[in-house]
């Protein structure tokens, strides 16, 4: 497991050795529903994980038909371990996971990359009722129910983390474990932009998919990368908001009011039960030092409120550890879930 480390990435950024041309060079193509931009985008693992994209057909209650959902699938199912489910940000994507992806499932993981509802690259042509915390909790639980079908670790990055934080307490049979990443779990949702009437709302969308835009929010999210690296990135993060639909399901989730999760923190902290010996629900928190985003103070603040989780912090690292550090996250999610795994062994042969 601990040989996929051993990958490396194109940036100075990240440490490693030398990219396998396997995992390096483009298949055969890009799904055709994706926006024709993705041919600009030069990043050789966003490229390979755009290529495994697929929709899946989602039927929830609030839309008439099944929404044709975007994720990324493991090669392969497993039975004998629980899966490794990867969500992302705020208006971003499963190409968040370029990096981390393939370094999961090199360590042995059932790996699935999912795209929170309004975000990513399902397809939602028809105008949806919402895409509201309800709706997006809803649509992910649907697609759990329909094709992961296990307890799973769920692992959410800055948004993503109040994402999982509210599926989780909503849906505790369907979560195994969390990890939380860089976490925006203290933010009381989007604030007075739920007040905005919806022409200024529409005008914010506008601002929020330009390129100067993403390019100054990627020099705040990362560490001393290259002009070329964050115009390449730019293009990545905001290939979604290409879609028409793009700019309803932003506004729609920006006036909803959004995530508020600070209450449900604590939720987490129920009880699970390995046989005659019970064991808390377990939470990993990573962290990047250099965080200009949210500051690692609220990570202290986080681990405090789950007494019980393990807090991981990573040097010279910014907001997205699994897009700057991809090595040092899949290393602590392997010793995390190892870890778990050795103690519930211990627990049910102390029987």
Not at 186 to 212: D, F, H, M, Q, W
Request: glycine fraction near 4%; hydrophobic fraction near 45%.
């Amino acid at each position: 497991m601990m040989g996929a480390l051993s990958l490396a990435y194109p940036f100075s950024r990240v440490t490693a050795t030398k990219v396998s041309e396997a995992q390096a060079k483009p298949n055969n193509g890009f799904p055709s529903f994706l926006p024709k931009q993705v041919h600009t985008i030069k990043d050789p693992f966003a490229r390979n994980l755009a290529m495994r994209i697929h929709r899946l057909p989602v039927s929830v209650k609030f839309s008439e038909n099944p929404i044709m959902s975007s994720c990324v699938k493991p090669l392969m199912i497993q039975n004998k371990a629980n899966p490794v489910v990867l969500l992302h940000g705020f208006d971003s994507s499963c190409l968040e996971w370029r990096y981390t992806f393939p370094l999961l499932e090199e360590a042995g993981f059932e790996t699935w990359a999912f795209d929170i509802l309004g975000w990513g690259f399902s397809d939602l042509a028809e105008k949806l009722t919402s895409c509201d915390v309800v709706s997006k909790r809803e649509h992910f639980y649907e697609f759990w129910k329909s094709y992961i079908k296990r307890p799973m670790i769920l692992v959410g990055p800055s948004l993503g983390s109040a994402v999982a934080i509210d599926f989780a307490v909503n849906y505790p049979e369907a979560v195994e474990k969390l990890v939380l990443i860089d976490a925006s779990v203290y933010t009381e949702g989007t604030g007075n932009l739920a007040t905005l009437p919806r022409l200024i709302a529409y005008a914010g969308a506008y601002v929020l998919k330009s390129v100067p835009l993403r390019l100054y929010a990627n020099y705040l999210t990362f560490n001393d990368i290259s002009f070329s690296t964050s115009l390449d990135w730019t293009n990545i993060g905001r290939l979604h908001c290409l879609f028409p639909w793009w700019e309803d399901a932003t506004v729609d989730f920006m006036i909803s009011g959004g995530y508020n999760v600070v209450s449900q923190i604590r939720k987490v902290f129920s009880l699970q039960y390995y046989k005659f010996v019970n064991v808390k629900q377990k939470t990993l928190i990573i962290w990047g030092e250099n965080d200009r985003i949210i500051s690692n103070k609220l990570a202290v603040q986080l681990h405090c409120e789950l007494s019980d989780a393990i807090i991981r912090q990573i040097p010279d690292c910014g907001h997205l550890p699994h897009v700057e550090r991809p090595a040092s996250v899949v290393k602590f999610i392997i010793e995390f879930v190892q870890r778990e795994t050795k103690l519930v062994n211990q627990c049910v042969s102390a029987e």
